[in-house]
């Protein structure tokens, strides 16, 4: 059974930084497309960026709204995705997911806000 | 960017009744390698997403078979046969032709 477990979340100023974890059992990140997308309070889905396998490239594309401060990144001895997130803005604040594409599967989300 | 339109965003439904959600695309979301990337989402209150319908019309083991996909090209539409109480939330359709990945705006089903 593939499980995905999301951390990292929290309350954070303004311009300031975070990093999310996703770490993954059941599956191999090497060998899967991952995406993190997030959720808004009440709003709806929004993909933020996505890593491709390693056997496609495993390169990484981001939205509009977060290239430039965000950054994902594998470690594949942990089998841990992360999303690296700088210079924060109130309008991230969200529910950040990671979804593994090919199998369907999300992790339970963390929350991030930020807020001065 | 691919901007998905879903209708009605608000679904009034009897249980035990059929239910249907449109999803449209603003392009074709035939890949170049022949296949159409438009999957359906289930989000119940308080959960996380759930993909029920992959690749338009392939459901997920675990999806309860009154869940059905169809479509082609730039017009889908999920479809639930009987309506049960466990079927209540917010369904997504979601491109993955081509990146950015969009969502559609959601459609509110209320039993």
């Known amino acids: 059974e593939v499980q995905l477990v999301e951390s990292g979340g929290g309350l954070v100023k303004p311009g300031g930084s975070l990093r999310l974890s996703c770490a993954a059992s059941?599956?191999?990140?090497?060998?899967?497309?991952m995406t993190w997308v997030r959720q808004a309070p009440g709003m709806g889905l929004e993909c933020v960026g996505r890593?491709?396998?390693?056997?496609?490239?495993?390169?990484?594309d981001y939205a509009a709204p977060v290239k430039g401060r965000f950054t994902i990144s594998r470690d594949d001895s942990k089998n841990t995705m992360y999303l690296q997130m700088n210079g924060l803005k109130i309008e991230d604040t969200a529910v950040y997911y990671c979804?593994?594409?090919?199998?369907?599967?999300w992790g339970q989300g963390t929350l991030v806000t930020v807020s001065s | 960017d691919v901007v998905m339109t879903q209708s009605p965003l608000s679904l009034p439904v009897t249980l035990g009744q059929p239910a249907s959600i449109s999803c449209r695309s603003s392009?074709?979301?035939?890949?170049?390698?022949?296949?159409?990337?438009l999957n359906w989402f289930q989000q119940r209150p308080g959960q996380s997403p759930r993909r029920l319908i992959y690749?338009?019309?392939n459901r997920d083991s675990g999806a309860p078979d009154r869940f059905s996909g169809s479509g082609s090209g730039t017009d889908f539409t999920l479809k639930i046969s009987r309506v049960e109480a466990e079927d209540a939330g917010v369904y997504y359709c979601?491109?993955?032709?081509?990146?950015?990945?969009?969502f559609g705006q959601g459609t509110k089903l209320e039993i």
């Open positions: 979804y593994a594409g090919g199998l369907g599967s």
């Open positions: 059941g599956l191999t990140l090497t060998n899967a497309w």
């Open positions: 890593i491709k396998s390693k056997s496609a490239g495993g390169t990484m």
């Open positions: 392009q074709s979301l035939v890949s170049s390698d022949g296949n159409t990337y």
């Open positions: 690749r338009v019309s």
């Open positions: 979601v491109q993955v032709t081509q990146w950015p990945y969009t």
